[in-house]
């Protein structure tokens, strides 16, 4: 019998902003960079006081942890924590904060970075299987703006598609293409990402 494949909402998230880097996390065994460890200590510590407002004092479930099989897909669970979530009646409010700032354009119908709707739809996804809710309200907390849509069917088969998309990249038969080259400057792959060695064929996990 196969094994149980469990993911993360983060890993999709990463997997959206750029499938290559997150193939190449995949293979080559996850790191952080030290600027990448001070955005996340600030991150946390921002997360920690968000949380406890929200679950001291205006009594929402905060950062707790949930799951749910993935139904179409055998063997394959998402796993995850929303930051935060309250369920009221037959619907639930789930709210997510981010220390970004928002996209300025719409995509998929929100102003929501790509990666944080999957993230997001993904939580969706599991709080709507685990309470059987008829409305689920979804709020994307950034710094500057903050978006309010509902979850529908249109999103739960683009998260579909997309877990489809990362199972695949785990399969590791083709190393998904390179991305947008202005994400590729900053990025800790930019040395080795772009060689022949990657193109068209499986990584090997001895470099
Ligand atoms: S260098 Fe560019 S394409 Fe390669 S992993 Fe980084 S962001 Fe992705």
Redesign the pocket.
């Known amino acids: 019998m196969n094994e149980a494949i469990y993911i993360l909402p983060s890993d999709l998230n990463n997997f959206c ?5 997150c ?2 996390d995949h293979y080559l065994g996850f790191r952080r960079t030290p600027k990448q460890k001070i955005k996340r200590l600030i991150g946390s510590i921002l997360h920690f006081i968000y949380t406890l407002i929200k679950s001291m004092i205006l009594f929402w479930i905060a950062e707790r942890l949930v799951k749910s099989k993935v139904y179409g897909i055998d063997g394959v669970f998402l796993v995850g924590k929303p930051d935060a979530y309250k369920v009221d009646g037959d619907t639930i409010i789930i709210e997510e904060l981010k220390t970004s700032r928002s996209p300025k354009t719409y995509m998929h119908g929100v102003r929501v970075w790509f990666g944080d709707l999957i993230q997001v739809l993904s939580y969706a996804y599991i709080l709507s299987h685990k309470y059987n809710a008829s409305c689920i309200e979804i709020r994307v907390r950034y710094r500057d703006h903050v978006e309010v849509f509902e979850y529908n069917i249109a999103y739960e088969n683009l998260l579909l598609h997309t877990i489809y998309e990362y199972l695949k990249m785990m399969d590791g038969y083709a190393p998904p ?5 202005s ?2 400057i900053i ?4 040395h080795i ?2 060689l022949s060695f990657f193109k068209n064929r499986k990584l090997s996990l001895s470099i």
Do not use: Q, V, W
């Open positions: 902003y750029c499938p290559r880097r193939f190449l293409p390179i991305c947008h080259p994400k590729c990025c800790k792959y930019k990402c772009y």
